[in-house]
T-cell receptor, first 113, second 111 residues
Framework: QKEVEQNSGPLSVPEGAIASLNCTYS??????FFWYRQYSGKSPELIMS????GDKEDGRFTAQLNKASQYVSLLIRDSQPSDSATYLC?????????????FGSGTRLLVRP | DVKVTQSSRYLVKRTGEKVFLECVQD?????MFWYRQDPGLGLRLIYF???????EKGDIPEGYSVSREKKERFSLILESASTNQTSMYLC??????????FGPGTRLTVL
């Protein structure tokens, strides 16, 4: 059973703080990892993709991947109220001759003004 | 920019009706997907397609069928809508194993 686990939250942080969102997955051979943001009533939108161990930065967002420990995280620096949303972690798992993207259930982030 | 469009944002149907949800992508992606999203259950894959006229069952295909006659278009069909199919339906497309891009979603209510 391929699994992607996230804490459902809500994670509440004050405006300007660093929000840290974590995700663990069950398959060591997974090669690609994604973070999506989903506002209430809207569809998921891609924030970051990461493929190699280490950190990947894009503006206020940093994705961190540790394949040995099977976790991927998303840091949001200088959090803004507009960052309040549900963040979905997604992992591509190898399935026979193809791949399947499996989503975690999401972590709800609340940034307090 | 990748653009994925869905035919309706909101749809209300009656039990037993046949429902068509259309999805179109403009980036020549070979892969297209249909998900439903329900509170507490996350995103669940209904069907996907890796090529024209090709379809594969996802995790919850029961009560649904799909059609992909052209590369850019992937349709989800509810043969006889039931109240437990009230949900948010999300279409996505991707190039190979890479990022999936989502359409705006269709919120379907079956009365």
């Amino acid at each position: 059973q391929k699994e992607v686990e996230q804490n459902s939250g809500p994670l509440s942080v004050p405006e300007g703080a660093i929000a840290s969102l974590n995700c663990t997955y069950s398959d060591r051979v997974s090669q690609s990892f994604f973070w999506y943001r989903q506002y209430s009533g809207k569809s998921p939108e891609l924030i970051m993709s990461i493929y190699s161990n280490g950190d990947k930065e894009d503006g206020r967002f940093t994705a961190q991947l540790n394949k040995a420990s099977q976790y991927v995280s998303l840091l949001i620096r200088d959090s803004q109220p507009s960052d309040s949303a549900t963040y979905l972690c997604a992992v591509n798992f190898a399935m026979d001759s193809s791949y399947k993207l499996i989503f975690g259930s999401g972590t709800r982030l609340l940034v307090r003004p | 920019d990748v653009k994925v469009t869905q035919s309706s944002r909101y749809l209300v149907k009656r039990t037993g009706e046949k429902v068509f949800l259309e999805c179109v992508q403009d980036m020549d992606h070979e892969n297209m997907f249909w998900y439903r999203q329900d509170p507490g259950l996350g995103l669940r894959l209904i069907y996907f397609s890796y090529d024209v006229k090709m379809k594969e069952k996802g995790d919850i295909p029961e009560g649904y069928s799909v059609s992909r006659e052209k590369k850019e278009r992937f349709s989800l069909i509810l043969e006889s809508a039931s109240t437990n199919q009230t949900s948010m339906y999300l279409c996505a497309s991707s190039l190979g194993e890479d990022t999936q891009y989502f359409g705006p979603g269709t919120r379907l209510t079956v009365l």
